[in-house]
């Protein structure tokens, strides 16, 4: 491709809206253009790249007896309500109604549609076990894009899923993928940490991420130093050594407080630490299913905050919000001095964190305005409904397997796999008469990876001061080939270069553009090929061209006649 041809310029000036670098570089070195608020079009090098990356999955997916497929983007919305989801999923799901008034849904994911393709095509355990995949368009109305391509509304996505007879099936192509996943990261130079995650919204009892460690991440991960365990924050375990004073339970006291509505305002008021406190957080609970929203009364130590991801899950809601001061109120608590004690059983749905349920002596609000209660005890002066981990673990807190400090690191998900089991299957009838002539649901595996995503995160890790650096596995073009000067000379000799290349294989991107050479370098760096060849009079002087590696500072003068081999050693890979 001659860059006086390519579609998608370069740009001098800083990108103004863009808070991360993989989108100021992707912007300005003609690789994506921004249509509206996380949706983007991938210019063509971004689809060069893009079709790199599809490659490499499609290589190991196919190695572990994957099959290539195509499923659509518009789903009906019955396939969804019978598997739950349609009313379980907020807006970020976008439902419209068709001409013939039918309920539809933009994919968001492709689980319900792959449990009834199974409906249709499996009957026999002898078809079993079968993995297919896809490549295909997702959106997902997100309330907040952000980050270029790292937090997106539309998006192209590598999804994968696995039938099999049983859950040895499944745990077997689990691993297959596990490993997949490993070998699709490595060979697209992105160093990933997997972790155990929340299931979410698919569903399911296992579930890990494929986390690229950076600053640009959405995702807390727990990570600690000592031994192997990693954990996104949603689910991360934790233990925190007893606090003495708490061991031996005192006699509850009311206690004035004028005034004193936060933890730090209370502690400093008693002299006492944060940890001393019973902190109650109050979530109005929508479970879906048109049922009425009811109120959740979440305890944990005042030095901690409450897991929401935890606690929806616990209550397998739809969504939590803040209660309002009315609902509060309405609860029999009061806002600002709530705990448990003394809240009519039913009116809510008490969840206190083993942290707070295996110790005593702490100071709680007494529901009433001004006044707390010292030497509060679970299970004396008020029962819970559930005690359930529900504290958000922070950093210094200590690991499960071996009682280190955890590290908080910030990472952001670039894959993802899950032991779906029969969620979906059991709803929809994907049945399979096994080998006793019985009729058993089929168990299925999800996997996903967002391909735009992956690529801004290998811009994260692959760049400098001057503009991208890809790993030549992914880089759109093997080579940049500049020819410095006007004369005819040296037009010719790049020319003959350039279709040189390009019939032993190897991918040009030739600027043959009569702008200065500094231009023609700063485009070069800035759009980041792994080789850069330049042609220019005073090297042809010499029957020389110029070779520098994008990674590199100093140039190798190679002969004209030797540049096809010396650059097919550095970029084709033997058969």
């Given amino acids: 491709m001659k860059v006086s041809n390519l579609f998608g310029d370069t740009q001098r000036s800083a990108i103004s ?52 497929m195509n499923m659509p983007v518009i789903h009906p919305a019955e396939i969804w309500k019978q598997t739950g989801r349609w009313d379980s999923i907020d807006e970020t799901m976008v439902r419209f109604r068709d001409r013939h008034n039918r309920e539809m849904l933009l994919a968001m994911t492709h689980e319900e549609v792959v449990a009834d393709l199974a409906r249709q095509q499996i009957r026999s355990y002898k078809q079993l076990p079968a993995c297919i995949y896809q490549f295909q368009t997702k959106f997902r109305d997100e309330f907040r894009p952000r980050a270029g391509l790292i937090r997106v509304r539309e998006f192209i996505m590598k999804d994968s899923y696995t039938l099999d007879v049983d859950e040895d099936g499944l745990a077997k192509q689990y691993a297959a ?27 399911g009892k296992v579930a890990h991420e494929f986390m690229y460690m950076s600053p640009i991440g959405e995702d807390s991960i727990a990570v600690c130093t000592q031994c192997d365990y990693a954990a996104n924050a949603e689910v991360a375990g934790f233990t925190v050594e007893n ?33 001393d406190f019973m902190k109650s957080v109050i979530f109005t609970v929508d479970l879906g299913n048109n049922e009425k929203p009811k109120l959740a009364v979440c305890v944990v130590r005042g030095d901690m905050e409450v897991n929401i991801v935890q606690v929806k899950n616990i209550l397998g809601a739809r969504d939590l919000r803040p209660a309002t001061s009315s609902e509060i109120a309405a609860a029999g608590l009061v806002a600002g001095f709530a705990s448990p004690i003394g809240v009519p059983r039913g009116r809510a749905t008490v969840i206190v964190d083993p942290t707070i349920a ?11 305005p001004d006044y707390h209660f010292e030497n509060v ?23 499960v397997k071996c009682a280190h400090p955890l590290s908080i690191e910030r990472g952001a998900e670039v894959g993802n796999i899950f032991q779906l089991g029969t969620r979906y299957t059991k709803a929809l009838g994907a049945n399979f008469i096994d080998e ?45 080939l500049v020819s410095l000067g006007k004369s005819d000379r040296v037009k010719e000799a790049a020319g003959r270069i350039y279709e040189d290349l390009w019939k ?72």
Avoid at 377 to 399: K, Q
Avoid at 538 to 555: A, D, P, Q, Y
Wanted: with cysteine; hydrophobic share 40%.
């Fill in 17 to 68: 809206d863009a808070d991360v670098v993989s989108q100021q570089l992707l912007v300005k070195a003609g690789y994506i253009s921004q249509l509206s608020s996380g949706i983007y079009s991938y210019l063509p090098l971004a689809w060069r790249t893009l079709n790199k990356i599809t490659e490499i999955i499609r290589t190991e997916l196919n190695a572990i007896h994957g099959q290539e």
């Fill in 177 to 203: 993928h596990y490993d997949a996943y490993f070998r699709i990261f490595n060979n697209s130079s992105l160093p990933v940490l997997a972790i155990g995650s929340d299931v979410g919204m698919m569903g």
């Fill in 243 to 275: 606090v003495e004073a708490h061991q031996e339970p005192r006699p509850i006291a009311k206690i004035s407080t004028p005034n004193l509505r936060t933890i730090n305002e209370l502690a400093g008021f008693l002299g006492r630490s944060p940890a």
């Fill in 358 to 368: 295996g110790t005593a002596n702490y100071v709680a609000g007494a529901n009433e």
């Fill in 377 to 399: 005890c679970c299970g004396r002066d008020f029962s819970p409904d559930i005690v359930h981990g529900i504290a958000t673990v922070f950093e210094g807190a200590l690991c």
């Fill in 436 to 480: 006793t002539g019985a009729s058993r649901p089929i168990v299925m595996g999800s996997y996903g990876i967002g391909l735009g995503r992956l690529m801004a995160c290998i811009a994260e890790e692959h760049h400098d001061d001057k503009g991208l650096k890809w790993p030549l596995e992914v880089a759109p073009y093997h080579v940049n």
């Fill in 504 to 575: 032993h294989g190897i991918e040009v991107l030739y600027d043959d553009r009569e702008v200065s050479a500094g231009v023609k370098f700063a485009d070069a760096d800035l759009r980041g090929m792994p080789y850069r060849l330049t042609v220019s009079e005073r090297s042809l002087e010499s029957g020389m061209v110029e070779l520098k590696e994008r990674n590199l500072t100093e140039f190798t003068a190679i002969a004209i006649d030797d540049i096809v081999n010396t650059i097919k050693d550095l970029v084709v890979t033997p058969s």
